[in-house]
T-cell receptor, first 112, second 114 residues
Framework: LAKTTQPISMDSYEGQEVNITCSHN???????ITWYQQFPSQGPRFIIQ???TKVTNEVASLFIPADRKSSTLSLPRVSLSDTAVYYC?????????????FGKGTMLLVSP | DTGVSQNPRHKITKRGQNVTFRCDPI?????LYWYRQTLGQGPEFLTY????????KSRLLSDRFSAERPKGSFSTLEIQRTEQGDSAMYLC????????????FGPGTRLTVL
């Protein structure tokens, strides 16, 4: 069962790039790495998912080194509206979801 | 709006009462999940449906909790004999499944047990 570790909180300013790193030392061969974002009083929202190397979409980039024991979510030029909790998950595809855990996430605070 | 909807959004009840929440997933999604989230914690998995079949149940789901998805569309989560420790946000999510199993979450139902 792959457990994830990420910082409890991070601070940034508008316009900066933010990198949030997640450790998952026990990741299994078939596991994917997924990041979700959650605003207060809302359900989490999918940001990005990857298996290896680099994935980029219109919102973020995900960097995964060759050993896959960690991953870094990169948010370019953050704005105040990016203030949220970010969760790193390690997901086995098409398996029992009792193993799915969000952890406590990283609270990102973006200031003017 | 074709996203996941949940009703009610808020529920206040007295200890010992039964409550029922409803979740309407995205129509073409065959997978449906229930989570519970308390303040300062991430969502905790409760149970999972593939169409109408309940395939996974967390150990967190005590015998006071029951979930159904009778026709493979909407789902209900019932809590019997509520306790103050049941106070939480109850989140529903749905997905298509497959390797990229992106889950789409509803806004949640906030339960307060007095």
């Amino acid at each position: 069962l792959a457990k994830t570790t990420q910082p409890i909180s991070m601070d940034s300013y508008e316009g900066q790039e933010v990198n949030i790193t997640c450790s998952h030392n026990n990741i299994a061969t078939n596991d994917y790495i997924t990041w979700y974002q959650q605003f207060p009083s809302q359900g989490p929202r999918f940001i990005i998912q990857g298996y290896k190397t680099k994935v980029t979409n219109e919102v973020a980039s995900l960097f995964i080194p060759a050993d896959r024991k960690s991953s870094t979510l990169s948010l370019p030029r953050v704005s105040l509206s990016d203030t949220a909790v970010y969760y790193c998950l390690v997901e086995p595809p098409n398996s029992g979801y009792s193993t799915l855990t969000f952890g406590k996430g990283t609270m990102l605070l973006v200031s003017p | 709006d074709t996203g996941v909807s949940q009703n009610p959004r808020h529920k206040i009840t007295k200890r010992g009462q039964n409550v029922t929440f409803r979740c309407d997933p995205i129509s073409e999604h065959n997978r449906l999940y229930w989570y519970r989230q308390t303040l300062g914690q991430g969502p905790e998995f409760l149970t999972y449906f593939q169409n109408e079949a309940q395939l996974e149940k967390s150990r967190l789901l005590s015998d006071r909790f029951s979930a159904e998805r009778p026709k493979g569309s909407f789902s209900t989560l019932e809590i019997q004999r509520t306790e103050q420790g049941d106070s939480a946000m109850y989140l529903c999510a749905s997905s298509l499944g497959g390797a990229n199993n992106e889950q789409f979450f509803g806004p949640g139902t906030r339960l307060t047990v007095l």
